[in-house]
């Protein structure tokens, strides 16, 4: 299935598993989209969360996503050591790799993926894009081919990842919104 890239609420995307950046020191922001999960998922994610830390760059942990969530799972996936810190798009690499190597590892057939790096990380969304889609496109060569939705509230980042094409096949894209 081509990677669908959609502008909205990551929280609402029926998948069976929501990727969730991270910073490795156990700190939770308000304002990220960390924050916004923490907030609807409760305690029990934070304390977990908390519980893994301290973490490194590419640490990507599977826990189960609270009742009222629309996934069951979670892939805690630590891009960055300590909050807001500008971030080189290798850390997206290597964590997008790891969240492929859980991922299949659990047998997950669908992800709701936020760009990673994009907000505190101050990665370009459009870089983290491409970076994601090398990532994928080496595990769908290798036989892993879930559904993955690229989840992201900001139209303008939404347009930047589609304002030119994709440097893998034509077919890994499509867009809704």
């Known amino acids: 299935m081509p990677v669908q890239v959609l502008c909205g609420n990551i929280l609402d ?73 500008p971030i080189p798009i290798s850390n997206v690499s290597k964590t997008a790799n790891a969240i492929l190597r859980l991922a299949q590892e659990h047998q997950i057939q669908s992800l709701a993926w936020p760009l990673l790096g994009s907000g505190g990380g101050r990665i370009d969304g459009r870089k983290s894009y491409e970076a994601i889609m090398a990532e994928i496109e080496a595990f769908r060569e290798k036989g892993y081919d879930p559904d993955i939705y690229i989840v992201e509230k900001s139209p303008h980042k939404v347009r930047a990842i589609l304002e030119k094409p994709v440097p893998s096949p034509a077919s890994m894209l499509t867009f809704d919104l």
Not at 36 to 54: D, H, I, K, Q, S
Not at 57 to 74: C, E, T
């Open 13 to 85: 995307q029926p998948a069976e598993a929501l990727v969730l950046p991270c910073n490795g020191s156990g700190i939770m922001g308000f304002v990220s989209l960390a924050g916004e999960v923490r907030r609807f998922m409760g305690r029990r994610l934070y304390l977990e969360y908390r519980a893994l830390c301290p973490m490194e760059v590419g640490d990507v942990y599977l826990i189960d996503a609270s009742p009222s969530a629309r996934q069951k799972k979670v892939l805690l996936a630590c891009t960055m050591i300590l909050p807001g810190t």
